[in-house]
């Protein structure tokens, strides 16, 4: 049974003063909290074994609201470390990951198909896939600028197709735990680096978009999603 690592231990300072008292995980949308629609999302595609990587800060808070995760219908494990990094937190938890794993940033939401990306994984032989969403508006106005200074392209927010965007879920093969060291980030260190040795690093294509929850704007446009009785996960893939 594949597992789900959540890289949950960030600080969240860009929510601060909020995330001092309360994780980006538990943070409430809706009538729900954030790790619960991460959850629900990862169960419909058959991932019920959780592992969530935290640090000493949030893991009282969470394993609280979490337990051993029997009423949401999953097992959670805890894996608890200083702030080391993404890859870090990773390599502190090799010892409950298994051959194969899905590596989830605790402060996304997405309806992207994982059980689609989980086979294009498979079927390219893949060390690393990221899911990258070719749908996401960039939040600033891109130019073109001629030699002389004269600008012959501009567009405010635009969406740049070409240049898709990593939306913080990745399937990694075990072998990637080998390079994820104490104070190392997966997407600045790890990734670079299994391209550079010729792994095969895969990004998986979609037009759903993700909501990365780090900030107070986007957490402001998901709640008023919820609001407006949009559904972020729906029931059917």
């Known amino acids: 049974m594949m597992k789900a690592a959540i890289l949950a231990g960030g600080a969240g300072t860009r929510l601060y003063p909020i995330t ?56 959670v494990e ?17 010892d409950v990951l298994g051959d194969r794993f899905v590596a989830y940033y605790g402060d996304v939401l997405t309806d992207m198909n994982l059980s689609e990306m989980i ?10 896939t990221i899911a990258m969403s070719t749908s996401v508006p960039i939040d600033y106005g891109v130019g073109r600028v001629d030699g002389d200074g004269k600008l012959t392209y501009f567009e405010e927010k635009p969406v740049l197709r070409e240049y898709p965007m990593s939306m913080g879920i990745h399937l990694l093969e075990r072998e990637v735990l080998g390079y994820c060291r104490p104070k190392t980030d997966l997407a600045q260190d790890v990734i670079p680096r299994l391209m550079q040795d ?40």
């Open 119 to 128: 086979n294009f994984h498979v079927k390219r032989k893949a060390t690393c």
């Open 20 to 75: 001092t008292y309360v994780p980006k995980t538990l943070l409430p949308l809706g009538n729900r909290y954030v790790i619960e629609y991460v959850i629900d999302y990862l169960k419909r595609h058959g991932i019920t074994e959780l592992v969530m990587l935290l640090s000493e800060s949030e893991f009282e808070l969470v394993r609280n609201h979490l337990g051993e995760g029997t009423r949401y219908g999953v097992s």
């Open 198 to 237: 010729g792994k095969g690093v895969y990004a998986y294509l979609t037009a759903k978009r993700h909501y990365d929850i780090g900030t107070f704007k986007a957490l402001e446009e998901v709640r008023g999603l919820i609001g407006q009785n949009k559904q972020l996960f729906p029931t059917d893939l």
């Open 78 to 94: 805890y894996s608890v470390a200083e702030r080391i990094g993404t890859a870090g937190a990773l390599g502190a938890a090799a």
